[in-house]
C-alpha cells in the first residue's frame, strides 16, 4: 500500500509546500487521537475504508485493483475443505451389524438406573430382548442397499415388527 500510494512522494510534496509541518502536528496534537482507548477496532476499520476510497478515487482506480494475489501458503493455509451433498447408504452387513452392539446407545437399551435389584434385573432383562430383536430384525432384512431414508424406513418398520416379541406385536 506504500508503495501503491506512492507515500514517499506525497511528503514530499508536503515538505515542498510547506504542509507536512502541520500534518505531523495534527497527528502529534490531542486533535486527531487514534489510540486504541479512543478509537474502537471497528471505528478504525471504518477510517481504514474511508481512506482507501478516497486515495482510490484520487488515483482513479477501482477499489481493490492495487491487491497483488497471495498464494494460500502466505496464510497458513495448507488444507482446504470442500462440502458435498451428505449421500445416504442404508444397508446391513456384518460389518455395519457388529459395529452398531458396540455403540454406546445399543449397550444403553440393557443398562438400568433402578437401585432395587429385582427391578434392575427386569429392566436389564427387558432391554437385552430388545437388543436381540433389532438384531435379528436387522439381520433379516434384504442385503440391498437404500439410497434413501423414503425407502428404508418402511423396510425396517415391517422387519422390526417381525422381530418383535409376540406380546408386543401391533395388531
Known amino acids: 500500500m506504500l508503495e501503491k500510494f506512492d507515500f514517499p512522494n506525497t511528503i514530499a510534496k508536503l515538505e515542498e509546500h510547506g504542509l507536512l509541518f502541520m500534518v505531523m502536528e495534527k497527528f502529534a496534537s490531542s486533535v486527531v487521537d487514534l489510540l486504541p482507548d479512543k478509537v474502537s477496532n471497528h471505528e478504525m476499520g471504518y477510517i481504514f475504508e474511508e481512506l482507501v476510497r478516497r486515495f482510490n478515487e484520487a488515483l482513479d482506480e477501482n477499489p481493490g485493483e492495487h491487491c497483488r494475489i497471495f498464494d494460500s501458503t502466505e496464510f497458513g493455509y495448507r488444507r482446504i475443505t470442500v462440502e458435498r451433498p451428505l449421500r445416504l447408504n442404508f444397508h446391513v452387513t456384518p460389518e455395519r451389524l457388529a459395529r452398531l452392539q458396540q455403540e454406546s446407545g445399543f449397550h444403553n437399551l440393557a443398562a438400568s438406573k433402578k437401585k432395587e435389584p429385582k427391578a434392575k434385573a427386569a429392566e436389564e432383562a427387558e432391554g437385552r ?10 439381520g433379516a432384512l434384504p442385503q440391498t442397499i437404500c439410497k434413501s431414508r423414503e425407502h428404508w424406513l418402511p423396510k425396517l418398520d415391517d ?13
Not at 430382548?129 to 436387522?138: G, N, P, S, Y
Not at 422387519?159 to 395388531?171: F, M, T, Y
Open 129 to 138: 430382548k430388545l437388543q436381540a430383536a433389532i438384531v435379528k430384525a436387522l
Open 159 to 171: 422387519a422390526l415388527k417381525r422381530a418383535a416379541p409376540l406380546g408386543e406385536r401391533e395388531s
